[in-house]
């Protein structure tokens, strides 16, 4: 394994993984948390969170799938559409504290835009969002924490329909036929059982005031205090808060539920 120097190892990022189904709020979530630290005005080169989604790890389609693509038949919710070593390696990279360079995603192309690379130069806190970013263990155990935004089917639905026709250039018809033969299906069978995983469920994402404002508190804590954490970047102290019942045994499968590494 590769040695590091002083300066990289202090530079080593918290590395938050953000889970949840299509149009949850994942992305949304990540910004709150970015502009409550006062990084999202930031100039990216000085940023010390930053952003990146799962969907630059999408692998490339052959002509027969981007044709399948276009019309809502190709299941770009299911793990096999991702790229995971990719992935891997560049978590891998980044958790090394080195500038790595990502493709973004253009979902009008269904492809990668390898002509707008992100650069992702060494941050103290790493955001990583995706539908499926705590499905592969491998990846999964890359995360010190891990957040799992919680929304119900029925609202995610209606924003995931004017947003996939007006931002990503879909037919009503397509996104039905996508949603219905492979967003809910693989939701079910991929993303949702992920949720266990998860420090902290966010029932309602971005709305949540009080989820939002405790995990900024621990990231402030953790760029304050960054020696008192340990190589795995948790303190050793965990604490459970249930915001249901007010009781302190919190139960991840539970939607209201949060449990706060601090
Ligand atoms: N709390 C909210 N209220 C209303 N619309 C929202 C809310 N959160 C997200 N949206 C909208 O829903 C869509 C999906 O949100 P986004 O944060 O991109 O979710 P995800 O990253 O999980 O796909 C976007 O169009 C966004 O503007
Ligand atoms: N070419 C693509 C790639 C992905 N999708 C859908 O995007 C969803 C994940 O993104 P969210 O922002 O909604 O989390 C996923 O459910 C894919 O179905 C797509 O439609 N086209």
Redesign the pocket.
Known sequence: MEQLNKTQSQRLPFLIGVAGG??SG??SVCTKIMEQLGQAEMDHTQRQVVAISQ?SF?RELTPTEKAK?QRGMFN??HPDAFNEDLMYETLQCILKGNKVEIPSYN?CT?SLDFENMLVIYPADVVLFE??LVFYFPKIRDLFHMKLFVDTDSDTRLAR?VPR?INE?GRDLDAVLT?YMTF?KPAFEEFCSPTKKFADVIIPRGADNTVAIDLIVQHIRDFLNNRSLYGSTGNMSLFMNLDLSSGSSGAMAGDSACMRILC
């Open positions: 299509t149009a994942k992305s969907d999408y693509a770009f919710d979902y269904n995706g539908i995931r996939d990503r996508q967003v």
